[in-house]
Protein backbone atom coordinates (compact mmCIF):
# COMPACT_ATOMS: atom_id res chain seq x y z
CA UNK A 1 0.00 0.00 0.00
CA UNK A 2 2.96 2.38 0.69
CA UNK A 3 4.31 2.05 -2.79
CA UNK A 4 1.09 2.53 -4.48
CA UNK A 5 0.42 5.80 -2.08
CA UNK A 6 3.82 6.81 -2.82
CA UNK A 7 3.12 6.86 -6.86
CA UNK A 8 0.01 8.64 -6.54
CA UNK A 9 1.61 11.29 -4.82
CA UNK A 10 4.31 11.40 -6.81
CA UNK A 11 2.69 11.64 -10.29
CA UNK A 12 -0.01 13.45 -9.41
CA UNK A 13 1.02 17.64 -9.36
CA UNK A 14 -2.52 19.02 -9.25
CA UNK A 15 -5.39 17.69 -7.35
CA UNK A 16 -5.10 15.07 -5.18
CA UNK A 17 -5.17 11.04 -4.31
CA UNK A 18 -7.39 9.54 -2.46
CA UNK A 19 -7.44 5.64 -0.83
CA UNK A 20 -11.17 4.35 0.36
CA UNK A 21 -11.05 1.08 2.34
CA UNK A 22 -14.16 -1.20 2.53
CA UNK A 23 -14.44 -4.03 4.79
CA UNK A 24 -16.97 -6.70 4.20
CA UNK A 25 -17.57 -9.58 6.69
CA UNK A 26 -18.46 -12.60 5.02
CA UNK A 27 -19.50 -14.94 8.13
CA UNK A 28 -21.20 -17.92 6.98
CA UNK A 29 -17.33 -18.67 5.61
CA UNK A 30 -16.15 -16.58 8.69
CA UNK A 31 -13.80 -14.41 6.16
CA UNK A 32 -13.71 -11.04 5.66
CA UNK A 33 -13.15 -9.18 2.36
CA UNK A 34 -11.27 -5.65 2.24
CA UNK A 35 -11.47 -4.14 -0.69
CA UNK A 36 -8.81 -0.89 -1.33
CA UNK A 37 -9.73 1.40 -4.01
CA UNK A 38 -6.39 3.89 -4.67
CA UNK A 39 -7.70 7.14 -7.06
CA UNK A 40 -5.25 10.24 -8.10
CA UNK A 41 -5.59 13.26 -10.77
CA UNK A 42 -1.62 12.33 -11.51
CA UNK A 43 -0.71 12.02 -15.04
CA UNK A 44 -2.17 8.65 -16.20
CA UNK A 45 -0.38 6.03 -17.64
CA UNK A 46 -0.41 5.52 -21.35
CA UNK A 47 -3.16 3.15 -22.79
CA UNK A 48 -0.44 1.00 -24.72
CA UNK A 49 1.84 0.44 -21.51
CA UNK A 50 -1.41 -0.97 -19.26
CA UNK A 51 -0.48 -4.24 -20.70
CA UNK A 52 2.52 -4.38 -19.49
CA UNK A 53 2.92 -2.47 -16.54
CA UNK A 54 2.91 -5.10 -13.83
CA UNK A 55 5.99 -6.71 -15.96
CA UNK A 56 9.58 -6.45 -14.53
CA UNK A 57 11.39 -3.67 -15.21
CA UNK A 58 8.87 -1.91 -16.64
CA UNK A 59 8.25 2.26 -16.46
CA UNK A 60 5.73 4.04 -18.35
CA UNK A 61 7.41 6.61 -20.66
CA UNK A 62 4.98 9.85 -20.56
CA UNK A 63 6.42 13.70 -20.62
CA UNK A 64 5.38 14.33 -17.14
CA UNK A 65 7.54 11.31 -15.98
CA UNK A 66 11.35 11.93 -15.28
CA UNK A 67 13.12 9.10 -16.88
CA UNK A 68 14.87 6.08 -15.16
CA UNK A 69 12.60 7.29 -12.21
CA UNK A 70 13.21 3.52 -10.01
CA UNK A 71 13.98 -0.07 -11.62
CA UNK A 72 10.78 -0.54 -12.56
CA UNK A 73 9.89 -2.90 -9.95
CA UNK A 74 7.49 -1.48 -7.45
CA UNK A 75 4.15 -2.33 -9.61
CA UNK A 76 5.55 -5.96 -9.80
CA UNK A 77 6.37 -6.39 -6.46
CA UNK A 78 2.60 -4.65 -5.50
CA UNK A 79 1.48 -7.29 -8.10
CA UNK A 80 3.09 -10.05 -6.68
CA UNK A 81 1.79 -9.15 -2.96
CA UNK A 82 -1.33 -8.80 -3.67
CA UNK A 83 -1.61 -12.92 -5.55
CA UNK A 84 0.16 -14.33 -2.85
CA UNK A 85 -2.94 -12.84 -0.83
CA UNK A 86 -5.36 -14.34 -3.03
CA UNK A 87 -6.37 -11.28 -4.80
CA UNK A 88 -6.50 -8.83 -8.17
CA UNK A 89 -4.61 -5.98 -8.52
CA UNK A 90 -6.43 -4.04 -11.58
CA UNK A 91 -5.20 -0.41 -12.90
CA UNK A 92 -7.72 2.01 -14.95
CA UNK A 93 -5.59 5.39 -16.26
CA UNK A 94 -6.49 7.92 -18.91
CA UNK A 95 -4.28 11.34 -19.13
CA UNK A 96 -7.31 13.42 -18.61
CA UNK A 97 -8.64 11.82 -15.18
CA UNK A 98 -5.05 10.08 -13.75
CA UNK A 99 -5.06 6.39 -12.57
CA UNK A 100 -7.13 4.28 -10.29
CA UNK A 101 -5.81 1.15 -8.68
CA UNK A 102 -8.47 -1.06 -7.01
CA UNK A 103 -7.45 -5.18 -5.30
CA UNK A 104 -9.63 -6.83 -3.67
CA UNK A 105 -8.07 -9.54 -0.41
CA UNK A 106 -9.69 -12.21 1.23
CA UNK A 107 -8.60 -12.47 4.87
CA UNK A 108 -10.13 -15.08 7.37
CA UNK A 109 -11.30 -13.65 10.54
CA UNK A 110 -10.84 -17.23 12.36
CA UNK A 111 -7.86 -16.59 15.30
CA UNK A 112 -5.44 -19.68 14.81
Known amino acids: MRHLLSNGIKFTNKGGVTLTVIFKEISAQEKMCVKFKLQDTGCGIPKD ?64
Open 49 to 112: MLDIIFDQFTQAESPNVRKNEGLGLGLTICNKLVNLMSGKLSIESSDESGTTINFLVNLSSKKR
